[in-house]
């Protein structure tokens, strides 16, 4: 009996382990540039949604958030985002899906 009871806990910790280790794979934590990719991308997306397509304009507003947003892109730096973060942000269509697919 006290074999099966340490078979069953050893099966149980592997298939604990395994979905856990795999969660953690293919991502490492964010550096200064990948917060800063994750931001452009958001106000893209903010941009396009509102109907506007002027350049300049995006480049203004990226500037201004990355200023007023400049202590939270450095807490970002502590979150996991994909190793294909810029593969991520290029298809993510939201924000959500930025949230949920793209940074943990």
Same mark, same amino acid.
Do not use: K
């Given at each position: 009996?006290?074999?099966?009871?340490?078979?069953?806990? $050893?099966?149980?910790?592997?298939?604990?382990?395994?979905?856990?280790?795999? @969660?953690?794979?293919?991502?490492?934590?964010?550096?200064?540039?990948?917060?800063?990719?994750?931001? *452009?991308?958001?106000? *893209?997306?903010?941009?396009?949604?509102?109907?506007?397509?002027?350049? @300049?304009?995006?480049?203004? $507003?990226? @500037? +201004?958030?990355?200023? &007023?947003?400049?202590?939270?892109?450095?807490?970002? +730096?502590?979150?996991?985002?994909?190793? *294909?973060?810029?593969?991520?942000?290029?298809?993510?269509?939201?924000?959500? +899906?930025?949230?949920? &697919?793209?940074? +943990?």
């Amino acid at each position: 009996m006290r074999r099966a009871t340490e078979t069953g806990r $050893w099966v149980l910790a592997v298939a604990l382990a395994g979905p856990i280790a795999f @969660a953690g794979c293919h991502r490492h934590v964010a550096s200064a540039a990948d917060c800063r990719a994750v931001l *452009d991308r958001l106000v *893209d997306l903010e941009l396009e949604e509102s109907g506007y397509r002027d350049a @300049a304009l995006a480049v203004r $507003w990226r @500037a +201004e958030l990355a200023r &007023r947003f400049e202590s939270d892109l450095s807490r970002c +730096e502590t979150l996991h985002v994909r190793d *294909d973060l810029a593969g991520c942000l290029g298809t993510a269509r939201s924000s959500e +899906e930025i949230a949920h &697919r793209c940074v +943990e």
